[in-house]
């Protein structure tokens, strides 16, 4: 998988020629669980989100495995002049927050599913602010995706990138070479849930299994287990998005009161634009 799999667009096989011989120069890699991910058929990879680097180590050992991954991404990387054309060419999936515009990337994740491709998600919509870097509290995106398609969710949890790049740092640590721990879990088993309607109930219950399966597999690369219950910034007066500051009592206050387009008409989070993904 030199330059990517051979139904990848070029500008995807560009980038992972020019990326890939960096990160296998760069780093060392322990990954676990690839016969886990779905063959012949499109499903979601979620992932936790400890570092600005750590979408190249998940993309690097989903190339290596066979899979094109589409990230869902903030819009403004791919408004970036070169970057962003390259990313679109790439067939990424921007995501336009806290607009009516949102919801497009949503389609878009669905459509790219029923195509056969593996989406690419970061649950938590945001690098974690949890002080041991354990996941978070998730979004429902990646929930409210699989349980339109019925699609495989695989929890696709790392460990290692933090070390190259902290949380928000702007300082990368690239010697000695570190190690890029994956392991991929079986996909969440979620079958009970597709025939009830898509409330905000059913959506939470989803969630949560999908970061509890993305919790279990870090707990075995980590070799610890994760402190009880989810954090959530909120509940510790941070901010849910951006580098973490003291939340102003509106953003303490929970979600925004706007209109939502219809797919998010029963208050939930919306789409996982991860604000840092790509």
């Not at 869902?72 to 970036?80: P, S, T």
């Not at 721990?181 to 989803?206: M, N, Q």
Request: glycine residues 8%.
């Amino acid at each position: 998988m030199r330059a990517g799999p051979r139904h990848a667009p070029p500008a995807y096989r560009f980038v992972v020629t020019v990326l890939r011989p960096l990160l296998m120069a760069l780093t060392r890699r322990d990954w676990t669980g690839a016969e886990h991910l779905p063959r012949g058929r499109g499903f979601v990879a979620v992932s936790n989100h400890i570092s600005h680097v750590d979408v190249f180590v998940l993309a690097h050992f989903l190339n290596d495995s066979g899979f094109v991954p589409h990230f869902l991404g903030k819009v403004e990387v791919f408004d970036l002049p070169v970057v962003g054309a390259i990313v679109r060419a790439a067939e990424q999936i921007p995501v336009r927050r806290e607009t009516g515009q949102a919801s497009d990337s949503y389609a878009a994740a669905v459509e790219a599913i029923r195509a056969g491709h593996c989406v690419g998600i970061y649950p938590e919509g945001t690098l974690t602010r949890q002080p041991d870097l354990w996941p978070m509290r998730g979004k429902t995106g990646a929930a409210r995706v699989a349980l339109q398609t019925r699609c495989p969710v695989v929890p696709v949890a790392q460990w290692g990138a933090q070390e190259i790049l902290a949380p928000y740092s702007r300082r990368p640590h690239l010697l000695p070479r570190h190690t890029m721990r994956i392991r991929a879990g079986r996909p969440v088993d979620l079958g009970d849930l597709y025939d009830r309607p898509v409330t905000a109930e059913v959506l939470a219950e989803a969630t949560e299994r999908i970061m509890a399966a993305l919790t279990t597999e870090l707990e075995v690369l980590r070799g610890k287990q994760a402190p009880p219950g989810r954090y959530d910034p909120r509940s510790h007066g941070l901010t849910v998005t951006g580098p973490p500051r003291a939340a102003t009592p509106t953003e303490r206050s929970g979600p925004r009161e706007r209109e939502l387009p219809p797919q998010w008409a029963d208050g939930s989070d919306g789409p996982d634009d991860g604000e840092d993904h790509t």
